[in-house]
Nanobody, 128 residues
Framework: QVQLVESGGGLVQAGDSLRLSCVASGRSFSKYTMAWFRQAPGKEREFVATISSGGGTTYYTDSVAGRFTISRDNGENTVYLQIDSLKSEDTALYYC?????????????????????WGQGTQLTVSS
């Protein structure tokens, strides 16, 4: 069982920057593929970004490429999401997911079912 706890959300202004964090329990964090998804009011949960276990491979959804940066610190069991130039459409509940299966989901990384554990989410609200 892996527990994930997200933090760093809040109420911010459009144009600001923010960093979300997700801390995982256990001793095998360095083996997990990690991801961020988000769910806006009235919408489905959508993929945002993913990072491989060693941090060498990252993917982003097109709408955030260039503004969002996913990174990880395996020594701290933490994955981050740096968000720059915030927009009102970034308002959502942000979730981190962990994939404990060792093979990187090269064809399915944007799908919820590729990840085995989820946190409770952290709310980000961007005012314009």
């Amino acid at each position: 069982q892996v527990q994930l706890v997200e933090s760093g959300g809040g109420l911010v202004q459009a144009g600001d920057s923010l960093r979300l964090s997700c801390v995982a329990s256990g001793r095998s964090f360095s083996k997990y593929t990690m991801a961020w998804f988000r769910q806006a009011p009235g919408k489905e949960r959508e993929f945002v970004a993913t990072i491989s276990s060693g941090g060498g491979t990252t993917y982003y959804t097109d709408s955030v490429a260039g503004r969002f940066t996913i990174s990880r610190d395996n020594g701290e069991n933490t994955v981050y999401l740096q968000i720059d130039s915030l927009k009102s459409e970034d308002t959502a509940l942000y979730y981190c997911g962990a994939r404990v299966r060792t093979v990187f989901p090269v064809n399915t990384y944007a799908r919820r079912e590729a990840y085995d554990y989820w946190g409770q989410g952290t709310q980000l609200t961007v005012s314009s």
